[in-house]
């Protein structure tokens, strides 16, 4: 063979073997996707927010990776018929292996999820049921290269504090679509809605409750909706949406207090490393309180009441729903999403299961943020009940959109 030939030879194989190495490349590079939810800030995009630095690269985040449903168009007609009361599957409610199987994610799917998240660096720390949302613990490094994005300090526009958010829509070098990352971000973390008193600050009033000074019990509550009527709670499981933990002795303490039997037992299901009675460190567990209080309450004689307690929005929604054993469920807390739509798979599964998810809309003014008194979220997203009625602004514009 002349130096020529055997040039051109070595020519040919180097181009077979570039050749080969873009075909290679070429899968991955096709099966990078944005994700079907919005996460990007709009105030990171127009500038409001100024950045102040990048988070650094070893600090760790707890993420809830979101798959989507399958059969959207069925599951749609489904929920229909069963809220129709001339339908034949009129209130004929799924379990939760029911509503998996035929609108979960594949099991072929969500263990691809799972082995990108582990091949990224991420440690899985939950999975669910129902195979829709992944739980990870992941450092900023490899969320910023499993997504392609940076992930940086901004300070926020309206409130004295940074918070930390992506720059840019993240996207997946994955075959299988994602629907949310919940976690990207804690522009708007979940708050209460209980207002309280500020320093110095008299309240003065003509109260006529049963409690001290006339204050309001919720065994007041109880006689101004249903009266002498016999509507107990008798049969039924409340499950109540709560951020953070609390104290179970604050609890004790209102019923002994006021002379009144706690005969409800509580559960508390704990989540994303959150634990109960946790001493001091919640003494600012009135919104926690209340609720429970309230609850058991208007429903004295109900067979339990469970606690949901996290430290994430999806995690909490998604247990309930997994859970699937209380029908009445209470959320007091709100927030400002960058995509509302995250939660509503879950919501879904909670309308497709019989559970009733009420959410606690507001006084009007009361909430602060971008879109304080435009959309409260979740209380006006399409799958809950939006329960308290004081919030007059988003309801007038909620009607005129439906009008229009």
Known sequence: MTLKTSLHTRLALVEIC????????????????????????EVVVNGQ????????????????LMLPLRNQAELNDLLQDLYNPNSPSYHQWLSVQEFTERFGPSQADYDAVVHFAEASGMTVTSTAPNRMVIDVTASVSDINRAFHVNMGRYKHPTEDRTFYAVDREPSVDLGVQLWHIQGLDDFSPPRSKLQFRKAGQTVIGKQTGSGPGGQFLGSDMRAAYYGGTALTGAGQVIGLFELPSYNVSDVQLYFSSIGQALNVPIANVMLDGVIVNCGSACSNDGEQVIDIEQAISMAPNASALIVYNGGSDVDIFNRMATDNIAKQMSCSFGWDPPDASADDPIFMEFAAQGQNQFVGTTDSGALTGSNANDYVYPADDAYVVAVGGTDLRSEERRAGKECR
């Not at 927010?49 to 809830?64: C, D, E, F, N, S």
């Open 18 to 41: 570039a050749a080969t190495f873009l075909l290679l490349l070429t899968p991955s590079v096709q099966a990078q996707q944005r994700l079907l939810t919005r996460h990007l800030r």
């Open 49 to 64: 927010a100024k950045l102040v630095g990048v988070l650094p690269p070893t600090q760790r985040l707890q993420l809830a």
